[in-house]
């Protein structure tokens, strides 16, 4: 047993949409021995080699090898087990506080340190640790900490799961001593705490005292004092609820980008290769659109003179329609970029706010409605350096109090140090006047660290934060999702006559 004082049990990360999340538990039996005055330290690395083999491995529920040693032979009766669970049910919290009375004493001159464990039985009959209170002090009656975890992690989401308490009278050297121990489900523990105020108790047995003491009762008591469970809504649930995605597109076509007609250009339209703005579009845009319900993208441009007067635009619509900037696809973004390239003059500064600020609009008219029913995704495009960065700032802070988020993607080789403070991963962004963001909103990917790797590697990374930012916002406004919407089975158009 290692000391309780160390911290313990990460919570599993986020999972994936649309992919099943797979609990791993590895044990060790007979390792070698490779310290010479003290015990080893074990621990274990897995590796997942990518697409040919290595794979199998979690095909099975339970599997187990012996351990080689580097020169190709068995590291003697040394044997690794991996047992594979695959996690479903809900993404619930459950908030617990315990407390305890009476506590045997294990200590000659003082009293003794207790703290308590708890291990849930796995299918396998093996008992997982999932939980370990902080060690109090001198204390017969300590009242600990109370705790936040997963209802996977505590139970496995199966509420009927036994549950093993046990308490220890702590020591420095490791060698805790046993206090007592008792069993319950979490099905028990909440009918337990059901009603405001009610607790539920449980005497805290040391079965070798039980066997051998003939008036023994037990040594202590355990008190569950709060049971709460915290409803935690995933990505996948605003989405099955009837929230949409919403996606804008924003195309910097600055001056800085170089001339069209040049093939150094950003913005060059070679019938050999596309440029890094369509490589950048088709990329993660490809991806957007299976978000989108009607597959529709309002799709701007900044920093160009259009017609007909030729005046500076910092959100003009690419399909130059400003009353309706939507266009049909992707492919239908890529093609008004096309036509709309040849009629604009390419010039400048690189003003960011009013893109975010025009975005801004329609989400806080959905802010409104106190449901989540939009979110709006702003993706910018874009090769260089903020003008605006005053006030850019300020429509982020604004815009992070809304149901949006903000994607850029930086073109090219210029210095993205502006972008990454607007990013926010250093600290929190502050608008000009000092007022912080609400929340992180901004996404920045440098396109030239993806421009040899798969596309789906760029779409993969940039939009990584959208789920949490998405389940972050609606949280944070207390709005829970729709009702799952029914699935209507997908339809073949008819072959025309």
Request: glycine content about 6%; charged content about 20%.
């Amino acid at each position: 047993m290692s000391d309780p004082e160390m911290g313990w049990v990460p919570e599993p990360p986020a999972m994936t949409l649309g992919a099943s999340r797979v609990e791993l538990r590895v044990s060790c039996h007979g390792l070698l021995d490779r310290d010479t005055l003290t015990k080893p330290h074990p621990c274990v690395l897995l590796k997942l080699y990518s697409d040919e083999q290595w794979v199998e491995i979690v095909s099975q529920t339970k599997v187990t090898k012996p351990l080689l040693l580097k020169n190709g032979k068995t590291a003697g009766k040394s044997t690794i087990t991996i047992v594979a669970e695959e996690v479903s049910g809900t993404n619930d919290y459950v908030q617990l506080t315990f407390r305890a009375h009476k506590l045997d004493n294990k200590d000659l001159f003082s009293k003794s340190d207790p703290f308590m464990e708890i291990y849930k039985t796995n299918g396998d009959q093996s008992d997982q640790l999932v939980w370990r209170t902080e060690v109090v002090k001198n204390n017969l009656n300590p009242n600990w900490e109370p705790f936040r975890l997963s209802l996977h992690s505590l139970c496995s989401c199966d509420v009927h799961r036994p549950l093993k308490f046990l308490v220890y009278d702590y020591d420095s050297s490791g060698k805790h001593d046993f206090i007592g121990e008792f069993t319950s489900t979490f099905q028990e523990m909440q009918e337990g705490t059901a009603n405001p105020g009610q607790e539920m108790q449980w005497d805290c047995i040391n079965p070798k005292y039980r066997d051998k003491k003939k008036n023994y009762k037990s040594s202590g008591t355990v008190v569950l004092a709060q049971c709460t469970v915290e409803k935690v809504h995933t990505f996948l649930d605003y989405i099955m609820g009837g929230c949409q995605i919403s996606f804008t597109v924003a195309i910097d076509f600055t001056a800085s980008n170089g001339d069209p007609r040049s093939s150094q250009s950003l913005h060059c339209l070679s019938p050999r290769q596309p440029n890094h703005y369509l490589q950048a579009l088709r990329a993660v845009g490809g991806i957007c659109q299976d978000y989108d319900s009607d597959k529709r993208f309002p799709a701007f441009g900044f920093g160009a003179r259009i017609p007909p007067n030729f005046e500076v635009s910092h959100d003009f619509a690419i399909n130059f329609d400003p009353e309706n900037p939507e266009c049909e696809e992707i492919s239908g973004v890529i093609a008004s970029y096309r036509r709309c390239l040849p009629q604009i003059q390419l010039y400048g500064p690189t003003n960011v706010a009013p893109i975010i600020n025009r975005v801004a609009g329609p989400a806080q008219r959905e802010q409104s409605t106190g449901q989540a029913t939009k979110y709006s995704v702003l993706l910018v495009l874009t090769d260089g350096v903020v003008s605006d960065m005053a006030e850019t700032r300020a429509a982020i802070v604004h815009a992070s109090r809304l149901p949006m988020s903000i994607i850029i993607v930086g073109v090219g080789n210029a210095d993205f140090s502006d972008m990454r403070l607007l990013d926010g991963d250093d600290g929190p962004l502050r608008c000009p006047r000092g007022v912080p963001a609400a929340r992180d909103i901004v996404q920045f990917v440098p396109f030239r660290d993806f421009k040899d790797a798969a596309p789906s590697a760029l779409a993969k990374c940039v939009l990584a934060e959208v789920p949490r930012q998405v389940v972050e916002y609606y949280a944070s406004q207390g709005i829970s999702p729709g009702a799952p919407r029914p699935c209507t089975p997908a339809t073949t158009p008819s072959p025309s006559p």
